[in-house]
């Protein structure tokens, strides 16, 4: 556990412990796009469920997970799409 607080994510780690970070903050839109990654989005309202600005959502969520919201939205619907594809011998264009 040392080891990983003194590595270069320590801080991020650190972070997930305090109820009001902005990594907390930032799981919490993370979460409803698990949940509702094929509905239609807006990044102010995962903002205001994160309670930040859009600016400072958009830049925690990159310092988060690497990728802008929408990215991330568009990397779980391949992932569902993956899934789908493997496990009910479902098409591309069926599975999307």
């Known amino acids: ?6 590595s ?11 109820a009001d970070s902005c990594v907390q903050q930032v799981a919490k839109a993370i979460a409803w796009l698990r949940d509702n990654f094929s509905q239609q989005m807006k990044i102010a309202d995962l903002a205001e469920l994160a309670h930040m600005s859009v ?27 993956r899934r789908l ?10 599975a999307i």
Request: without cysteine; aromatic residues 8%; hydrophobic residues 45%.
């Open 55 to 81: 600016s400072s959502f958009n830049e925690h969520f990159k310092a988060v997970t690497s990728l802008s919201p929408l990215q991330y939205q568009k990397a779980l619907r391949l992932q569902e799409a």
């Open 1 to 6: 556990m040392i080891r990983l607080l003194r």
């Open 85 to 94: 594809m493997l496990s009910r011998q479902m098409d591309a264009t069926t």
């Open 8 to 18: 270069p994510i320590g801080v991020r780690v650190a972070e997930m412990g305090f």
